[in-house]
Protein backbone atom coordinates (compact mmCIF):
# COMPACT_ATOMS: atom_id res chain seq x y z
CA UNK A 1 0.00 0.00 0.00
CA UNK A 2 1.07 3.92 -0.82
CA UNK A 3 1.10 5.43 2.09
CA UNK A 4 1.77 9.23 2.64
CA UNK A 5 2.81 10.43 6.16
CA UNK A 6 1.70 14.18 6.25
CA UNK A 7 3.38 16.89 8.14
CA UNK A 8 6.11 14.50 9.48
CA UNK A 9 9.76 15.06 10.02
CA UNK A 10 10.83 12.56 12.84
CA UNK A 11 9.82 9.49 10.50
CA UNK A 12 8.16 7.66 13.63
CA UNK A 13 4.71 6.77 11.31
CA UNK A 14 6.58 6.28 8.37
CA UNK A 15 8.65 4.01 9.45
CA UNK A 16 6.26 2.04 11.31
CA UNK A 17 4.62 1.39 7.91
CA UNK A 18 7.65 0.56 6.23
CA UNK A 19 8.22 -2.08 8.94
CA UNK A 20 4.89 -4.06 8.00
CA UNK A 21 6.38 -3.81 3.86
CA UNK A 22 4.70 -0.52 2.45
CA UNK A 23 5.45 2.20 0.42
CA UNK A 24 5.75 4.57 3.32
CA UNK A 25 6.89 8.39 2.27
CA UNK A 26 6.69 11.43 4.59
CA UNK A 27 6.82 14.45 3.57
CA UNK A 28 7.11 17.97 5.61
CA UNK A 29 8.70 21.26 5.42
CA UNK A 30 11.05 20.05 7.38
CA UNK A 31 14.39 17.28 6.46
CA UNK A 32 13.54 14.25 7.98
CA UNK A 33 15.42 13.40 11.03
CA UNK A 34 15.64 9.94 10.27
CA UNK A 35 16.67 8.41 7.13
CA UNK A 36 14.21 7.20 4.77
CA UNK A 37 11.87 8.55 1.74
CA UNK A 38 10.90 11.82 2.75
CA UNK A 39 9.61 14.43 0.44
CA UNK A 40 11.21 17.78 1.93
CA UNK A 41 8.44 20.17 0.95
CA UNK A 42 4.92 21.38 1.02
CA UNK A 43 2.51 18.43 1.09
CA UNK A 44 -0.25 20.10 -0.99
CA UNK A 45 2.02 19.72 -4.34
CA UNK A 46 1.81 15.87 -3.64
CA UNK A 47 -1.44 14.86 -2.68
CA UNK A 48 -2.69 13.79 -6.21
CA UNK A 49 0.56 11.16 -6.43
CA UNK A 50 -1.83 7.95 -6.16
CA UNK A 51 -1.88 7.44 -2.48
CA UNK A 52 -3.51 4.52 -0.90
CA UNK A 53 -3.68 6.13 2.63
CA UNK A 54 -2.67 9.03 4.28
CA UNK A 55 -1.79 9.90 7.75
CA UNK A 56 -1.62 13.75 8.60
CA UNK A 57 -0.28 16.04 10.93
CA UNK A 58 -1.00 19.34 10.68
CA UNK A 59 0.64 22.07 13.03
CA UNK A 60 -1.31 22.50 15.70
CA UNK A 61 0.04 26.06 16.62
CA UNK A 62 -3.06 28.30 15.72
CA UNK A 63 -5.51 25.56 16.50
CA UNK A 64 -4.89 23.90 19.83
CA UNK A 65 -6.76 25.29 23.02
CA UNK A 66 -3.29 25.72 24.79
CA UNK A 67 -2.83 28.60 22.71
CA UNK A 68 -6.58 29.92 23.29
CA UNK A 69 -5.79 33.31 25.04
CA UNK A 70 -3.95 34.18 21.72
CA UNK A 71 -7.02 33.53 19.03
CA UNK A 72 -7.94 36.96 18.98
CA UNK A 73 -4.49 38.32 18.25
CA UNK A 74 -4.10 35.45 15.40
CA UNK A 75 -6.95 34.90 13.48
CA UNK A 76 -5.22 35.43 9.99
CA UNK A 77 -2.94 32.70 11.23
CA UNK A 78 -6.03 30.56 12.51
CA UNK A 79 -7.94 31.16 8.59
CA UNK A 80 -4.94 29.81 7.18
CA UNK A 81 -4.21 27.04 9.64
CA UNK A 82 -8.46 25.76 9.14
CA UNK A 83 -7.84 25.49 5.53
CA UNK A 84 -4.57 23.59 5.52
CA UNK A 85 -6.75 21.37 7.60
CA UNK A 86 -9.43 21.17 5.36
CA UNK A 87 -7.12 20.66 2.35
CA UNK A 88 -5.76 17.57 4.09
CA UNK A 89 -8.89 16.06 5.11
CA UNK A 90 -10.65 15.93 2.10
CA UNK A 91 -7.94 15.00 -0.10
CA UNK A 92 -8.28 12.66 -2.98
CA UNK A 93 -7.35 9.50 -0.90
CA UNK A 94 -9.56 6.79 0.53
CA UNK A 95 -8.31 6.34 3.72
CA UNK A 96 -7.33 9.34 5.52
CA UNK A 97 -6.25 9.90 9.17
CA UNK A 98 -5.75 13.75 10.44
CA UNK A 99 -4.44 14.14 13.87
CA UNK A 100 -4.15 17.11 15.75
CA UNK A 101 -5.22 18.08 19.62
CA UNK A 102 -8.41 19.45 21.52
CA UNK A 103 -8.87 23.02 19.74
CA UNK A 104 -10.34 24.97 17.23
CA UNK A 105 -11.48 22.42 14.79
CA UNK A 106 -12.90 19.82 16.97
CA UNK A 107 -14.94 22.26 18.96
CA UNK A 108 -16.02 24.75 16.87
CA UNK A 109 -15.85 22.54 13.17
CA UNK A 110 -16.22 18.84 13.01
CA UNK A 111 -16.13 16.70 16.59
CA UNK A 112 -13.55 14.12 15.84
CA UNK A 113 -14.06 10.31 15.25
CA UNK A 114 -11.57 9.25 18.05
CA UNK A 115 -9.99 10.11 20.90
CA UNK A 116 -6.80 9.15 22.17
CA UNK A 117 -4.06 8.89 24.94
CA UNK A 118 -0.54 7.40 24.79
CA UNK A 119 -1.62 5.99 27.98
CA UNK A 120 -3.30 3.54 25.74
CA UNK A 121 -0.95 2.19 23.51
CA UNK A 122 1.96 1.98 26.13
CA UNK A 123 3.81 5.41 27.00
CA UNK A 124 2.64 6.48 30.49
CA UNK A 125 1.55 9.99 29.56
CA UNK A 126 -1.44 11.78 28.94
CA UNK A 127 -1.68 14.03 25.67
CA UNK A 128 -5.21 13.98 24.29
CA UNK A 129 -5.07 13.35 20.65
CA UNK A 130 -7.79 13.63 18.69
CA UNK A 131 -8.72 11.74 14.82
CA UNK A 132 -10.69 12.55 12.17
CA UNK A 133 -10.67 9.01 10.19
CA UNK A 134 -12.23 8.59 6.48
CA UNK A 135 -12.56 5.03 5.71
CA UNK A 136 -10.36 3.69 8.76
CA UNK A 137 -11.69 1.89 11.54
CA UNK A 138 -11.06 3.32 14.99
CA UNK A 139 -7.97 2.20 16.55
CA UNK A 140 -7.92 -0.16 19.05
CA UNK A 141 -6.20 0.46 22.35
CA UNK A 142 -3.26 -2.36 22.64
CA UNK A 143 -1.31 -1.52 25.68
CA UNK A 144 -3.15 0.65 28.79
CA UNK A 145 -0.20 1.90 31.31
CA UNK A 146 -0.59 4.42 34.23
CA UNK A 147 -1.00 7.49 32.74
CA UNK A 148 2.16 9.04 33.80
CA UNK A 149 2.90 11.71 36.44
CA UNK A 150 1.67 15.45 36.75
CA UNK A 151 3.00 18.77 37.58
CA UNK A 152 1.01 21.38 39.98
CA UNK A 153 2.43 25.45 39.71
CA UNK A 154 2.07 27.18 42.09
CA UNK A 155 -0.29 29.76 40.05
CA UNK A 156 -2.00 26.36 40.26
CA UNK A 157 -1.91 25.71 36.65
CA UNK A 158 -1.42 21.67 36.50
CA UNK A 159 0.15 19.46 33.64
CA UNK A 160 1.80 16.32 32.30
CA UNK A 161 5.11 16.06 33.36
CA UNK A 162 6.17 14.87 30.35
CA UNK A 163 4.75 17.85 28.79
CA UNK A 164 6.65 20.62 31.68
CA UNK A 165 9.80 19.11 30.95
CA UNK A 166 9.78 19.38 27.22
CA UNK A 167 9.12 23.05 27.84
CA UNK A 168 10.28 25.49 25.27
CA UNK A 169 11.11 22.94 22.61
CA UNK A 170 7.80 22.67 20.53
CA UNK A 171 9.64 20.08 18.30
CA UNK A 172 10.12 17.70 20.60
CA UNK A 173 6.73 18.01 21.98
CA UNK A 174 5.35 17.76 18.55
CA UNK A 175 7.15 14.10 17.91
CA UNK A 176 4.42 11.55 17.76
CA UNK A 177 3.82 8.49 20.11
CA UNK A 178 5.73 5.22 18.78
CA UNK A 179 3.03 3.11 20.09
CA UNK A 180 0.18 4.51 18.43
CA UNK A 181 2.16 4.86 15.32
CA UNK A 182 3.10 0.73 15.97
CA UNK A 183 -1.01 0.30 16.52
CA UNK A 184 -1.95 2.15 13.08
CA UNK A 185 0.44 0.24 10.91
CA UNK A 186 -0.67 -3.07 12.85
CA UNK A 187 -4.26 -1.97 12.67
CA UNK A 188 -4.62 -0.12 9.24
CA UNK A 189 -1.84 -1.50 7.51
Not at 104 to 119: A, G
Not at 160 to 189: C, H, N, T
Request: charged share 25%; glycine share 8%.
Amino acid sequence: MRVLVACEFSGIVRDAFIKRGHDAISCDLLPTESPGPHIQGDVLEVLKDGWDMMLAFPPCTHLSVSGAMHFHKKEKEQRGAIEFFLKLLSANIQKICVENPVGVFSTRMNKPSQIIQPWQFGHEAQKTTCLWLRWLPLLVPTKIVGRGEFVTFPSGKRMARWYAELSGKGKERSKFWPGIAEAMADQWG
